[in-house]
T-cell receptor
Protein backbone atom coordinates (compact mmCIF):
# COMPACT_ATOMS: atom_id res chain seq x y z
CA UNK A 1 0.00 0.00 0.00
CA UNK A 2 2.85 2.31 -0.84
CA UNK A 3 1.43 5.65 -1.94
CA UNK A 4 4.74 6.84 -3.39
CA UNK A 5 6.82 4.35 -5.32
CA UNK A 6 10.31 4.49 -6.73
CA UNK A 7 10.62 1.25 -8.62
CA UNK A 8 14.30 1.51 -9.49
CA UNK A 9 16.49 0.98 -6.44
CA UNK A 10 19.58 2.03 -8.37
CA UNK A 11 20.72 3.85 -11.51
CA UNK A 12 24.17 4.20 -13.05
CA UNK A 13 24.98 6.99 -15.50
CA UNK A 14 28.09 8.28 -17.22
CA UNK A 15 29.32 11.74 -16.30
CA UNK A 16 27.94 14.38 -18.66
CA UNK A 17 24.90 12.33 -19.65
CA UNK A 18 21.31 12.75 -18.47
CA UNK A 19 20.06 11.05 -15.30
CA UNK A 20 16.33 10.34 -15.15
CA UNK A 21 14.83 9.27 -11.86
CA UNK A 22 11.21 8.17 -11.79
CA UNK A 23 8.47 8.18 -9.20
CA UNK A 24 4.85 6.99 -9.26
CA UNK A 25 2.08 7.80 -6.83
CA UNK A 26 -1.39 6.48 -6.17
CA UNK A 27 -3.12 9.16 -4.11
CA UNK A 28 -4.83 11.75 -6.29
CA UNK A 29 -5.08 14.07 -3.28
CA UNK A 30 -1.38 14.86 -3.41
CA UNK A 31 -0.93 18.47 -4.44
CA UNK A 32 2.79 19.01 -3.90
CA UNK A 33 5.79 16.90 -4.84
CA UNK A 34 9.42 17.16 -3.83
CA UNK A 35 12.76 15.55 -4.50
CA UNK A 36 15.39 15.11 -1.82
CA UNK A 37 19.01 14.06 -2.13
CA UNK A 38 20.79 12.11 0.58
CA UNK A 39 24.49 11.46 1.05
CA UNK A 40 25.70 8.72 3.44
CA UNK A 41 25.66 9.68 7.12
CA UNK A 42 23.72 12.87 6.39
CA UNK A 43 20.06 13.81 6.47
CA UNK A 44 18.08 14.25 3.24
CA UNK A 45 18.39 17.71 1.70
CA UNK A 46 15.68 19.40 -0.29
CA UNK A 47 16.43 19.59 -4.01
CA UNK A 48 13.43 20.75 -6.02
CA UNK A 49 9.65 20.75 -5.82
CA UNK A 50 6.59 21.10 -8.02
CA UNK A 51 2.99 22.00 -7.36
CA UNK A 52 0.20 19.95 -8.89
CA UNK A 53 -0.91 22.96 -10.92
CA UNK A 54 2.33 22.83 -12.91
CA UNK A 55 3.83 20.19 -15.16
CA UNK A 56 7.45 21.33 -15.09
CA UNK A 57 9.82 23.11 -12.76
CA UNK A 58 13.45 23.83 -13.53
CA UNK A 59 16.37 24.83 -11.32
CA UNK A 60 19.75 24.83 -12.98
CA UNK A 61 20.71 21.30 -13.95
CA UNK A 62 17.61 19.86 -12.24
CA UNK A 63 14.15 19.64 -13.82
CA UNK A 64 11.11 17.94 -12.40
CA UNK A 65 8.26 16.86 -14.67
CA UNK A 66 4.78 16.00 -13.44
CA UNK A 67 2.24 13.94 -15.39
CA UNK A 68 -0.93 14.02 -13.30
CA UNK A 69 -2.97 11.79 -15.58
CA UNK A 70 -0.33 9.07 -15.25
CA UNK A 71 0.37 9.89 -11.58
CA UNK A 72 4.03 10.02 -12.46
CA UNK A 73 6.87 12.40 -11.89
CA UNK A 74 10.47 12.38 -12.90
CA UNK A 75 13.67 14.21 -12.04
CA UNK A 76 16.10 14.99 -14.84
CA UNK A 77 19.70 15.92 -14.10
CA UNK A 78 21.62 17.34 -17.05
CA UNK A 79 24.55 17.09 -17.24
CA UNK A 80 25.18 14.54 -14.53
CA UNK A 81 28.26 15.03 -12.36
CA UNK A 82 30.06 12.61 -10.02
CA UNK A 83 29.00 14.79 -7.08
CA UNK A 84 25.38 13.97 -7.92
CA UNK A 85 25.99 10.39 -6.75
CA UNK A 86 23.56 9.97 -3.85
CA UNK A 87 20.22 8.47 -2.94
CA UNK A 88 17.28 10.45 -4.31
CA UNK A 89 13.92 10.38 -2.58
CA UNK A 90 10.62 11.38 -4.10
CA UNK A 91 8.05 12.76 -1.65
CA UNK A 92 4.45 13.94 -1.87
CA UNK A 93 2.20 16.01 0.35
CA UNK A 94 -1.32 17.37 0.52
CA UNK A 95 -3.47 19.63 2.60
CA UNK A 96 -2.20 22.35 4.90
CA UNK A 97 -0.35 20.40 7.58
CA UNK A 98 2.75 19.69 5.58
CA UNK A 99 3.38 16.02 6.29
CA UNK A 100 5.07 14.13 3.47
CA UNK A 101 5.03 10.57 2.18
CA UNK A 102 8.41 9.39 0.91
CA UNK A 103 9.39 6.79 -1.65
CA UNK A 104 12.10 4.28 -0.78
CA UNK A 105 14.73 6.06 -2.82
CA UNK A 106 16.89 5.47 -5.89
CA UNK A 107 20.65 5.28 -5.55
CA UNK A 108 22.28 7.23 -8.39
CA UNK A 109 25.88 6.55 -9.32
CA UNK A 110 27.53 8.93 -11.78
CA UNK A 111 30.72 7.46 -13.15
CA UNK A 112 33.58 9.71 -14.35
CA UNK B 1 22.50 29.77 10.21
CA UNK B 2 22.20 26.55 12.22
CA UNK B 3 20.18 23.73 10.72
CA UNK B 4 18.26 21.08 12.58
CA UNK B 5 20.37 19.71 15.40
CA UNK B 6 20.05 16.13 16.64
CA UNK B 7 21.77 14.38 19.49
CA UNK B 8 23.29 11.98 20.00
CA UNK B 9 24.58 11.12 16.51
CA UNK B 10 25.14 7.52 17.50
CA UNK B 11 23.58 5.51 20.28
CA UNK B 12 24.35 1.92 21.20
CA UNK B 13 22.29 0.41 23.96
CA UNK B 14 21.21 -2.93 25.29
CA UNK B 15 17.76 -4.36 24.86
CA UNK B 16 15.42 -3.21 27.58
CA UNK B 17 17.11 0.12 28.17
CA UNK B 18 15.45 3.48 27.72
CA UNK B 19 16.62 5.59 24.81
CA UNK B 20 16.01 9.31 24.38
CA UNK B 21 16.70 11.09 21.11
CA UNK B 22 16.79 14.88 20.99
CA UNK B 23 16.06 17.45 18.34
CA UNK B 24 16.36 21.21 18.06
CA UNK B 25 14.44 22.53 15.03
CA UNK B 26 15.37 25.54 12.98
CA UNK B 27 14.35 28.71 14.76
CA UNK B 28 11.01 30.03 13.52
CA UNK B 29 9.84 26.74 12.05
CA UNK B 30 6.35 25.77 13.17
CA UNK B 31 6.31 22.09 12.29
CA UNK B 32 8.53 19.27 13.50
CA UNK B 33 8.68 15.71 12.21
CA UNK B 34 10.26 12.49 13.47
CA UNK B 35 11.16 9.83 10.89
CA UNK B 36 12.70 6.40 11.05
CA UNK B 37 14.76 4.97 8.21
CA UNK B 38 15.35 1.25 7.75
CA UNK B 39 16.45 -0.82 4.77
CA UNK B 40 13.15 -2.67 4.65
CA UNK B 41 10.69 0.17 5.10
CA UNK B 42 12.60 3.21 3.90
CA UNK B 43 11.80 6.59 5.45
CA UNK B 44 8.70 6.39 7.66
CA UNK B 45 6.99 9.28 9.39
CA UNK B 46 6.53 8.47 13.08
CA UNK B 47 4.89 11.64 14.39
CA UNK B 48 4.66 15.31 13.63
CA UNK B 49 3.93 18.44 15.61
CA UNK B 50 2.48 21.74 14.54
CA UNK B 51 3.05 24.66 16.91
CA UNK B 52 4.23 22.16 19.56
CA UNK B 53 0.99 20.15 19.36
CA UNK B 54 1.09 16.53 18.15
CA UNK B 55 -1.00 16.35 14.99
CA UNK B 56 -0.55 12.80 13.76
CA UNK B 57 1.14 9.99 15.70
CA UNK B 58 -0.31 7.15 13.66
CA UNK B 59 3.19 6.18 12.53
CA UNK B 60 4.43 5.49 16.03
CA UNK B 61 4.94 1.73 15.97
CA UNK B 62 4.06 0.83 19.55
CA UNK B 63 3.34 2.22 22.97
CA UNK B 64 7.03 1.86 23.70
CA UNK B 65 7.54 4.96 21.56
CA UNK B 66 6.63 8.41 22.79
CA UNK B 67 7.45 11.93 21.65
CA UNK B 68 7.17 15.32 23.28
CA UNK B 69 7.66 18.90 22.25
CA UNK B 70 7.65 20.99 25.41
CA UNK B 71 8.54 24.19 23.54
CA UNK B 72 9.21 25.49 20.05
CA UNK B 73 12.94 24.77 20.22
CA UNK B 74 13.11 21.23 21.56
CA UNK B 75 11.63 17.79 21.01
CA UNK B 76 12.38 14.30 22.26
CA UNK B 77 11.63 10.83 20.98
CA UNK B 78 11.77 8.18 23.69
CA UNK B 79 11.81 4.41 23.35
CA UNK B 80 11.18 2.43 26.50
CA UNK B 81 12.03 -0.39 26.64
CA UNK B 82 14.18 -0.61 23.52
CA UNK B 83 14.31 -3.74 21.38
CA UNK B 84 16.80 -4.88 18.67
CA UNK B 85 14.19 -4.25 15.95
CA UNK B 86 14.23 -0.57 16.89
CA UNK B 87 17.72 -0.33 15.39
CA UNK B 88 17.51 2.28 12.64
CA UNK B 89 18.45 5.85 11.78
CA UNK B 90 16.07 8.35 13.30
CA UNK B 91 15.70 11.73 11.62
CA UNK B 92 14.15 14.90 12.88
CA UNK B 93 12.98 17.53 10.38
CA UNK B 94 11.40 20.93 10.67
CA UNK B 95 9.37 23.05 8.32
CA UNK B 96 8.16 26.65 8.19
CA UNK B 97 4.69 25.15 8.18
CA UNK B 98 2.04 26.85 6.15
CA UNK B 99 4.52 28.56 3.85
CA UNK B 100 5.57 25.36 2.16
CA UNK B 101 6.11 21.68 2.34
CA UNK B 102 9.91 21.81 2.29
CA UNK B 103 11.24 20.00 5.31
CA UNK B 104 14.78 20.48 6.56
CA UNK B 105 16.35 17.39 8.01
CA UNK B 106 18.87 16.94 10.76
CA UNK B 107 21.85 14.59 10.38
CA UNK B 108 20.06 11.74 12.10
CA UNK B 109 20.74 9.50 15.09
CA UNK B 110 21.94 5.99 14.33
CA UNK B 111 20.48 3.74 17.01
CA UNK B 112 21.78 0.24 17.60
CA UNK B 113 20.02 -1.94 20.16
CA UNK B 114 21.89 -5.13 21.01
Amino acid sequence: DQQVKQNSPSLSVQEGRISILNCDYTNSMFDYFLWYKKYPAEGPTFLISISSIKDKNEDGRFTVFLNKSAKHLSLHIVPSQPGDSAVYFCAAGWGSQGNLIFGKGTKLSVKP
Amino acid sequence: DAGVIQSPRHEVTEMGQEVTLRCKPISGHNSLFWYRQTMMRGLELLIYFNNNVPIDDSGMPEDRFSAKMPNASFSTLKIQPSEPRDSAVYFCASSPGQTGYEQYFGPGTRLTVT
